[in-house]
């Protein structure tokens, strides 16, 4: 089992920046990969980032060169730096891992960007 908590959305007006940290516990050995999505009202939930235990990383189109999404292992912590935020990057945000058990999810953050 991993768990996650995450922290740090808000509200910000646009051209504005918000970093989110996913903070996971239990089961880290068993982590391939850790990722930010994202669910806006009345859309389904996509992927916004994804960070595997290489090192490697991977954005959606909408979001390449103003998000980063980055780890410090030694906190077990994932983050996403979202810079030039734009109104429809509104969503609630959620971290998910990838384990040797399957994937896990965190209980999301709510991003509100103002325009």
């Known amino acids: 089992q991993v768990q996650l908590v995450e922290s740090g959305g808000g509200l910000v007006q646009a051209g504005g920046s918000l970093r989110l940290s996913c903070a996971a516990s239990?089961?880290?050995?068993?982590?391939?990969?850790m990722g930010w999505y994202r669910r806006a009202p009345g859309k389904l939930r996509e992927l916004v980032a994804l960070?595997?235990?290489?090192?490697?990383?991977n954005y959606a189109d909408s979001v390449k060169g103003r998000f980063t999404i980055s780890r410090d292992n030694a906190k077990n912590t994932v983050y996403l730096q979202m810079n030039s935020l734009k109104a429809e990057d509104t969503a609630v945000y959620y971290c998910?891992?990838?384990?040797?058990?399957?994937?896990?999810w965190g209980q999301g953050t709510q991003v509100t960007v103002s325009s």
């Open positions: 998910k891992a990838d384990s040797l058990y399957g994937g896990f």
């Open positions: 239990g089961s880290i050995f068993s982590i391939n990969a």
């Open positions: 960070i595997t235990i290489g090192g490697n990383t």
